[in-house]
């Protein structure tokens, strides 16, 4: 299983981080399991309500296939909502042509929407950088420079001259 974050204002990014990171390694250590489950991506998006993430499995586009659904999610008080994909595959570039796809409505957000892919920390450099080049070559303006998650607890990193740049928008 895999799982995305919405993290509602990139100003929480380090918060939603850090409290992210602390449940996935609660959850990691609950379920006993060698590796923790991956976790794709991370969309900033000050547009997107908690409620919208619901409806991702309704609104999914076409290209999304693979896609799966959003098995289940947990949020906390509109800082972030972390959503479990019933899908086994990592699908990044349908995950983010889908959170496009829902808040295209929302032109007034629309330069301040990001997504963050998060890779495991074992995953060997060459595919990490193939699938940025993927991810950069279909959505320059929206993606962000990759974080690691820590295979072993489910822990995201996060350099922390990354806010700087996750918090300012591109011009």
Partial sequence: MSMFAVVHRPADLA??????????????????????EP??????????????????????????????????????????????????????????????????????NAARRRFIPVFLDDLPVSE???EMHELRRHRPSCVMPSLWQEGETGRISLPSDYLETATHPRK
């Fill in 39 to 108: 976790l794709i991506g991370i969309w900033l998006d000050p547009g997107m309500a908690a409620e919208m993430v619901a409806e991702l499995n309704e609104k999914a586009p076409k290209t999304a296939a693979g896609f799966g659904k959003v098995r289940e999610s947990v949020s906390l008080g509109g800082v972030w909502t972390l959503c479990w994909l019933d899908s086994e595959r990592v699908v990044r570039l349908p995950l983010l042509e889908t959170l496009l796809e829902q808040s295209i409505a929302d032109a007034e």
């Fill in 128 to 130: 990490v950088q193939s």
């Fill in 15 to 36: 918060r939603a981080c850090e409290d992210i990171s602390a449940f996935l390694a609660f959850h990691h250590r609950k379920r006993a399991a060698s590796r923790a």
